[in-house]
């Protein structure tokens, strides 16, 4: 076997993907590392701490590279894995890259390789909310997803859910009519989009700014499991996860498991009592997750965040040439509600002291404008 010298070219993500192509198990480097998630066995804002950490860990991928035989030809293999890769426009990310989802690389068995289409991004930079729930949901299952889709967009946050049929695919579709950013998470390899049916779901989703996401390498086998497994990917993408009908036995409990168990925020909308499909949310509720009846009940818990969120990003509002064109209660109701969760018009009246004929007539501009969008019966929240 050659000497560890013929993997120095290849990168910490490139050592990942070569593990991954091989077919050697994240149990394997788990196992020789005595550790269960890399990116807590170090500070990730120290950067010589960081460095020192990934030395060593590359040093454990050769020893084990080297154990599986990879040798100079195997090497070559991978090299025209990844031209095939490119070719496709597939890219990938690893668990201590700057780009990997950071809350996911934070869970128990986060994927050691991620491969996706679109942008990545905002799966770290961005508050997303997993939207899960029956592949054959009733009226009250349909109507409750696209509401809560649809407020989760208008309060600045995305949805990840799965791509099944469905509550995962009518909550990427609201998202995406709102004009949202949505995370789809396969339990198939990205150039395989199963179900075969939501194939436009996925281009959509792409076009309009999205991702797709798995952790099975193209070309892989798609075996059932894959989907229970993915669930751990939605939820732990996701700050919270909402949970839209389910029957007693359920892909959609296994997410909010998952959740549970790696301290997210689990709502389940209440159902039917006669409804089987209720079974598995009127469960989770006696568990004691959150009931969830509004946008509130999600805003409650992430509103600090969102304003954190909002302050990291750039000021668009003075910058837009929209702004430019308002009057001045207009650009004083927007700058009033900026970083701020939905208001109602009595609490813009008594923040700016402009009088409610003239915050209504503001309402309707700013509506018409885009600006603002409505949250519920009479709550507004600020979209530029």
Known sequence: MENFSIYDDLSTEDLFLLLDFWGIDDKKLFKKLGAQIIADEFDEDNEEEKIKYEDYLRGVIKIILEENNVDKIGLENFYFFKDELKNMNIKYTSVLSENYPYLLKHIYDAPLILYYLGNIDKASTGVN???????????????ATKKISRELVNSGMGVVSGLALG?????????????GYTIAVLGSPVNNILPKTNIN???????????????????????P???????????????????????KISGSLITAK????????????PGNIFSFLSIGTNTLLK???????????ILFDMGDLLTNNKKNQK???????????????????????????????DELYLMTGINIGAIMASINLLLVEGIISQVGPDKFTLTL
Request: proline share 5%.
């Open 225 to 247: 499991r894959n989907f229970s497994a993915r669930n751990r990917i939605i939820a732990g993408i996701s700050n919270g996860t909402v949970v839209i009908q389910a029957a």
């Open 287 to 297: 568990q004691g997750a959150t009931p969830l009846t509004c946008i509130d009940d």
């Open 129 to 143: 909310i997993g939207v899960v729930g029956s592949r054959k949901p009733d009226d009250y299952g349909v109507s």
């Open 167 to 179: 509550i995962d695919s009518i909550s990427h579709r609201e998202c995406l009519e709102n004009g």
């Open 201 to 223: 779901v996925a281009r959509d989703i792409l076009n309009k700014g999205g991702c797709v996401i798995s952790e099975y390498k193209p070309g892989s086998k798609v075996f």
């Open 315 to 345: 000021d668009t509002c003075k910058t837009s040439p929209i702004y430019d064109k308002l009057n001045s209660d207009c650009k004083n109701l927007v700058m009033n509600m900026k970083d701020k969760p939905p208001m109602s018009i």
């Open 258 to 269: 998952s959740a549970l168990y790696n301290n997210r925020n689990v709502y389940a909308v």
